[in-house]
Nanobody, 116 residues
Framework: QVQLVESGGGLVQAGGSLILSCAAS??????MGWFRQAPGKEREFVGA????????DYADSVKGRFTISRGNAKNTVFLQMNRLKPEDTAVYYC???????????WGQGTQVTVSS
């Protein structure tokens, strides 16, 4: 079992920044990632990072604006979100898995709202 707890969501104006955190406990996984789901839309991939932090992957929509990093303890992942846009408004979920396309545990989500 893996437990994931996200934090850091909130309300921000367009062009602003937020940083999300996700702490994992229990049996760890190689990959930690972020997904998001906007109202009326399907959940979509945002980005992910390998255990070492040496490999990352991002959705095209966030490349150059969002950065994923691992904490020193490795079981924490951060999502630095810069130049936020109203279309980034969504519930953001942390997930862990054994591959960049294989996730088996999910957090409860944290709301990010970007006002125009």
């Amino acid at each position: 079992q893996v437990q994931l707890v996200e934090s850091g969501g909130g309300l921000v104006q367009a062009g602003g920044s937020l940083i999300l955190s996700c702490a994992a406990s229990g049996r760890t996984r190689d990959i930690m990632g972020w997904f998001r789901q906007a109202p009326g839309k399907e959940r979509e991939f945002v980005g992910a990072i390998s255990w070492s932090g040496g490999n990352t992957d991002y959705a095209d929509s966030v490349k150059g604006r969002f950065t994923i990093s691992r904490g020193n303890a490795k079981n924490t992942v951060f999502l630095q979100m810069n130049r936020l846009k109203p279309e980034d408004t969504a519930v953001y979920y942390c997930a862990v898995g054994f591959g960049f396309d294989q996730y088996d545990y999910w957090g409860q989500g944290t709301q990010v709202t970007v006002s125009s």
